[in-house]
């Protein structure tokens, strides 16, 4: 059985889908948007969690490409808090986070898309854990732009088809240059990816957890990280 000793967590790269804050407000009688507030607040700590954790990377689905379809009071009560974030996150330069927006920002607001950009630029150069937020987020989406990038490639002349291979297509993934995750979480008891790094998942542990995203504690991440500890990884092998 895995342990919690020093350092259990340094060096990994971990996938979290935020999930199950709908189902913890209506448990409370409460508007949905009320468990994403939460949610919210969860996802902040986590985010320090990880820190201390000297975890290398994490990435937080925060809004999907599908989730537009639900209703816009729901949406805008979800950018809202989105834009809210952006204000703290810029705390991130002084935690050494390098902050990455995963996802087709040009959907979002003006304002949103300045300060995501303003953010990437100000902590590019951080050395602590890669922070990852996934906004506008859709896994098919990523692997659809970064193949229509490698044939531009080939359209102007630069290279030929039989030059995209896996490491060009993962250089034109939202998350160039990162480890894959070595983990996927997802709270809520539900048991899919629902869009989520479908190229970087390729060999990622899954961890399902029985708890709503509003509830989960830094000793759910801990017990996710010691669960994935004592899996066998083989990539194929023996
Ligand atoms: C996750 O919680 C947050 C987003 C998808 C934005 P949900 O809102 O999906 O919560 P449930 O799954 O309905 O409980
Ligand atoms: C996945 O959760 C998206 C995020 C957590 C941002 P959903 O709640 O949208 O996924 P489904 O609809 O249950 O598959
Ligand atoms: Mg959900």
């Not at 927006?101 to 950009?117: I, P």
């Not at 490698?150 to 088809?161: D, M, N, S, T, Y």
């Not at 998942?201 to 509003?214: G, H, I, R």
Request: net charge negative; with cysteine; aromatic share 10%.
């Amino acid at each position: 059985m895995a342990e919690k000793t020093d350092g259990f967590a340094k060096g990994l790269s971990i996938g979290i889908i935020m999930d199950g804050n709908g189902r913890w407000a209506k448990k409370r009688g409460l508007p949905r948007t009320a468990g994403h507030k939460k949610g919210a607040e969860v996802f902040r700590d986590i985010i320090r969690y990880c820190n201390e954790l000297e975890v290398a990377s994490v990435t937080f689905y925060a809004f999907s490409t599908e989730n537009w379809s639900r209703p816009l009071e729901e949406v805008n009560g979800i950018m809202k808090l989105f834009g809210e974030y952006l204000v703290m996150a810029y705390d991130y330069q002084k935690e050494n986070n390098r902050v990455v927006f995963l996802g087709d920002r040009t959907a979002l607001s003006q304002r949103h898309q300045d300060m995501m950009n303003d953010i990437e630029e100000k902590t590019r150069n951080n050395t602590g854990t890669i922070l990852n937020v996934a906004v506008n987020y859709g896994g098919r989406q990523e692997i659809v732009r970064a193949a229509q990038r490698c044939a531009q490639r080939v359209a102007a002349g630069e290279i030929r088809p039989e030059d995209i291979d896996v490491a060009m297509m993962s250089d034109n993934m939202y998350t160039a240059g990162q480890k894959d995750p070595d983990f996927i979480l997802r709270p809520s008891g539900e048991h899919r990816l629902s869009n989520f790094m479908l190229w970087q998942a390729s060999y990622a542990e899954f961890v399902e957890m029985d708890v709503l995203w509003p509830d989960f504690t830094r000793a759910d991440l801990d017990a996710a990280i010691l669960e994935f500890n004592t899996r066998s990884r083989r990539f194929g092998g023996l």
